[in-house]
């Protein structure tokens, strides 16, 4: 489940973090598998970058510099931009993997929205009934990235020295 928040502005103003946003990550190395299986089994366009049809048929190592070269700037742009926010909730893909009740029970209540276990047991229900997409949905299968695509991302991080990066995977 992922919510997208679109923001329409004027050409003359500036786009600032929400003063206190929940955030959702994932190991970013899962996170680059799952771009390249997606590119591959699902759809090659998204709008972190450009890939065509042909790319499909790229072998792994190409398919993982490729999001490793216009993926991960991405997420590494949103993971620091939101570093300055005094108060925000974190959570994890592998939080909603271990326990969804409490996962969805944490976002609703910083929400202030209406928490008890009741409700996310029946949010949940109903959308078992949804038809979704998702790839393996399989924690850990980052382990898989190539060296290169795994030393681009080092080098990312490594622009961010007083950045903590191990809640994605650094």
Request: net charge negative; charged share 25%.
């Amino acid at each position: 489940m992922f919510v997208v928040l679109l923001i329409v502005l004027h050409p003359t103003q500036e786009l600032e973090p929400p003063a206190n946003p929940a955030r959702f990550t994932r190991n970013i190395f899962d996170a680059m598998i799952s771009f390249r299986d997606h590119i591959r089994n699902e759809s090659h366009v998204f709008p972190m970058a450009f890939a065509n049809e042909e790319m499909r048929d790229w072998d792994n190592k190409d398919l993982e510099c490729f999001a490793a070269d216009l993926i991960a700037p991405w997420y590494f742009n949103f993971y620091v931009s939101w570093q300055t926010c005094e108060e925000k909730l974190h959570v994890t893909y592998e939080e909603m993997k271990t326990d969804k009740i409490s996962y969805f029970s944490k976002i609703l209540k910083y929400a202030d929205l209406d928490a008890n276990k009741e409700a996310v047991e029946d949010l949940l229900a109903r959308s078992r009934n949804e038809s979704t997409r998702k790839n393996a949905a399989v924690s850990g299968r980052g382990s898989q990235i190539c060296d290169e695509a795994k030393q681009k991302i080092l080098g990312y991080a490594s622009y961010y020295p007083d950045v903590d990066f191990s809640p994605i995977g650094l």
